[in-house]
């Protein structure tokens, strides 16, 4: 599928272009509003008998001109951040953070299973949002830079073939480069969307902000300075308008893409159809900007409702369940552009290097949905605390049974258990006898800051209750949160480094 | 001071405490773990009859929106705080214990009575 990488590379750098235009022209007009210069070309000529009228056009060249530069420098500036930093920024805007194997095995697992079945050079990483909401998103500019986001709701609410499913899918949005495009066009569409804001702003200020009777006698700019006003609004109110077009003209074709890459992977395109119905079943909510809503694998902005006008990102999901339903008999690009065709009418959507490959074989369902089916609410709470741990829970478990979880912000020291009303604390890792202290201590002190040796302290003990999250206090006041299927018998403070021994 | 709410896990279901005033927020999500989507719904539902009484005013802790007054039918009624979006249930905690004692106020409510039973082991008054 190299056309779509080559394709989409060309796409980023027309992208870059057009948006350079945009900022040139939005530049210029903003610039000749702020800064007119009037040439008194009638110097000398008290009679005006050889007033030059016409020139009156040129008063709006030099403040357009610096506008102009300033709109490239900020391009520039633009494209750097959204090329080399717009994976950060998208992800740090959707809150989400990233988690490690332990944290959620059974996601990580699946995100290696479709590295390899994608053989994408490396493995992305793995971000969760902690939001109750169904959505995923991919960004980064290539496979080295790439990370897969998904919402707790989705791990609460998915089973292991349906996550599947949406992983694959993202994934294939990395393997077609598709992330590059996307991260670079939110940010730069995500910029103007802004700029135009704080124009609309200004003119509603100017336009509005008292009467021109005692405003004092400021001269009007003339014609020329009133079009150069109706181009900047008009621009102003234009910008956002035609980033999101260059957007929405592009993305719908590669869900459906990515929908294919997600089959041909996975060789189970029940398992997007099953994600794509619970996340269309959905009633929850994520909240998300306007430039980055058509990152996610389905609109957050659009609902669930099928959403088939002109400026929809992504094709209805009936369809594009329809589509992934009516595979039948093994799975392949040249399978998947027939079912298209069939569902959505005429129209090539995968290129000649795709439609070669030959079909694979379905795979049956994974057999332990079923009894994943029956395990709901633990998959439910096991979420729920993977995004309780994001956001810096502790949690205590009490004699009784009762698990108890604090949030951050809760500050009282000690907590009584609401069950069964005995105290209950942080379970702390305690200091034991010195074990292997160094018995000679170094005559000079430690050169590096963060105390990251295990030999500048003595290990620590702590029970460990397997099972479920667990905090434990560290001597140094940290609290280091242990996730369930954590299964080692020691861990590291991140605070001070000391190690913490599970007895 | 005021506290956020804690979270209580029992037999895999959870629900929101107050450490300072001992009432409780039943989550949607939680009841819908508890009874089932469908059934979850129609027991809010059923517990959003609106009720006109004189109380101060509670903000639901998911939205912060201003919470309506309901009672359940039986007697003595009891009153509750209901999240006008669907979010979720408050009791305070004398409410708690009346609501407990009854059933039948809505659809499902005597799982959920059963399940509150559960986890306030000392509330539960004894028959």
């Known amino acids: 599928m ?38 008194n070309l009638n110097y000398g000529d008290p009679y005006g008998r050889h007033a030059y009228p016409a020139m009156d056009w040129l008063s709006v060249l030099p403040g357009g001109l610096l506008g102009m530069a300033v709109a490239s420098v900020i391009w520039a500036v633009q494209a750097m951040v959204a090329y080399f930093r717009g994976g950060a920024i998208l992800l740090s805007l959707s809150g989400a953070k990233p988690i490690e194997k332990a944290d959620h095995p059974r996601l990580f697992n699946v995100v290696e299973e479709m590295t390899i079945a994608s053989s994408l050079g490396k493995m992305p990483r793995v971000y969760v949002m902690d939001d109750m909401a169904m959505n995923a998103f991919a960004a980064g500019r290539d496979p080295d830079t790439a990370c897969v986001a998904v919402t707790a709701g989705l791990l609460a609410r998915l089973n292991r073939d349906e996550l599947q499913g949406v992983v694959a899918h993202e994934i294939s949005h990395i393997v077609n480069r598709d992330v590059l495009f996307m991260t670079m066009i939110s940010i730069m569409a995500g910029t103007v969307v802004m700029l135009s804001e704080v124009v609309l702003r200004m003119f509603r200020h100017g336009l509005h902000g008292g009467n021109a009777r005692y ?22 109110l234009l910008a956002p308008l035609l980033a999101q077009l260059i957007y929405f003209a592009v993305s ?18 029940g398992g997007l159809a099953g994600a794509l119905e619970k996340i269309g079943a959905d009633t929850h909510q994520l909240v998300v900007s306007k430039a980055t809503a058509p990152m996610y694998i389905v609109n957050p902005l659009q609902g669930a409702r099928a959403f088939h006008g002109f ?8 369809e594009r369940i329809q589509i992934l339903r009516s595979l ?8 998947y552009q027939t079912a298209y065709n069939q569902v959505h009418g005429k129209g090539q959507l995968i290129p000649q290097s795709g439609l070669a490959v030959a079909a694979a074989p379905l795979r049956a ?7 994943q089916a029956g395990a709901s609410h633990n998959q439910f709470r096991e979420a729920g605390d993977l995004a309780r741990n994001l956001n810096g829970f502790r949690f205590l478990s009490c004699a009784c049974g009762a698990r108890i979880k604090l949030p951050p912000a809760f500050a009282m020291q000690a907590v009584q258990c609401p069950r069964c009303h005995a105290g209950v604390a942080l379970s702390a890792a305690r200091e034991n006898a010195p074990v292997t202290q160094p018995s000679a201590t170094p005559r000079t002190p430690p050169r590096r800051r963060k105390p990251a040796s295990s030999s500048a302290h003595a290990p620590l003990m702590a029970q460990r209750n397997a099972g479920a999250w667990q905090s434990v206090q560290c001597a140094c006041g940290a609290v280091k949160n242990v996730a369930p299927s954590f299964e080692m018998s020691q861990t590291v403070c991140a605070q001070c480094g000391r190690e913490i021994h599970f007895m | 001071m005021k506290q956020p709410l804690i979270a209580v896990e029992y037999n895999g279901i959870e629900v929101d405490y107050c450490v300072l005033c001992g009432g409780i927020w039943l989550d949607q999500g939680e009841l ?13 539902g059923a517990m959003r009859e609106g ?8 903000r639901c802790p998911i939205c912060r929106g201003a919470m309506n007054k309901a009672q359940t039918e039986a007697t003595p009624p009891v009153l509750y705080d209901c999240c006008g979006r669907g979010h979720g249930l408050w009791f305070d905690r004398h409410e708690l214990k009346l609501f407990m004692q009854q059933s039948a106020a809505a659809p499902g409510s005597e799982a959920v009575a059963r399940w509150l039973n559960d986890l306030f082991p000392e509330e539960t008054p004894h028959s």
């Open chain 1, 2 to 39: 190299w056309e779509l990488i080559r394709a989409n590379k060309r796409r980023s750098v027309a992208l870059l272009l057009l948006m350079l235009a945009l900022m040139l022209s939005l530049g210029f007009v903003i610039g000749a509003a702020l800064f007119p210069v009037s040439f």
């Open chain 2, 51 to 58: 009720a006109q009484v004189r109380e101060q005013t509670r």
């Open chain 1, 311 to 318: 400026f929809a990102t992504h094709p209805p999901l009936e």
């Open chain 1, 365 to 371: 369902a994974d057999p332990g949905n079923a009894a």
């Open chain 1, 252 to 269: 719908r074709k590669r869900e459906y893409l990515a929908d294919a890459g997600a089959a041909v992977y996975t060789r189970f395109p």
């Open chain 2, 32 to 44: 819908e773990l508890l009874l089932g989507g469908a059934a979850a719904n129609r027991f809010l």
């Open chain 1, 215 to 236: 405003r004092g006698g400021k001269k009007g700019g003339g014609g020329a300075q009133v079009i150069v006003l109706v181009i900047a609004l008009v621009f102003a």
């Open chain 1, 328 to 335: 039948a008999g093994g799975v392949s690009y040249a399978k």
